[in-house]
């Protein structure tokens, strides 16, 4: 899990929805990398951590610059329009208008 939000604020987000921290096999927040998104580079930290290339890595974005990170990172891409207009997240992959509409079919690209 990637965020460029600081480790409290990811902590507690996650905590609040159900899912807390230490249920993830990696959390990478703001405080782990120098730059942030549109830099890739806390893509490639979390794919790092997980031990996986960043080939196989899918990230659920919902904004312009975690999209430009995503695919600077070599990474597949399914976008949410909650923030931006589903206009404006063109890059990614594929584009739904909320995470309930994401398939499995999007995340493995089939």
Do not use: Y
Request: net charge negative; proline share 5%; charged share 25%.
């Amino acid at each position: 899990m990637g965020s460029s939000a600081d480790r409290i604020k990811v902590d507690a987000n996650l905590r609040k929805i159900g899912l807390p921290p230490e249920s993830w096999q990696a959390v990478v927040t703001a405080e782990d990398v120098e730059r942030r998104k549109p830099d890739p580079s806390l893509f490639l930290k979390a794919a790092e951590r997980l031990g996986i290339s960043p080939a196989d890595c899918v990230v659920v974005e919902d904004a312009v610059n975690g999209i430009a990170a995503a695919k600077a990172a070599g990474m597949r891409c399914v976008a949410v329009a909650t923030t931006f207009l589903a206009e404006r997240l063109t890059q990614a992959d594929q584009v739904r208008p909320s995470i309930a509409e994401v398939t499995l079919a999007d995340l493995l690209g089939d």
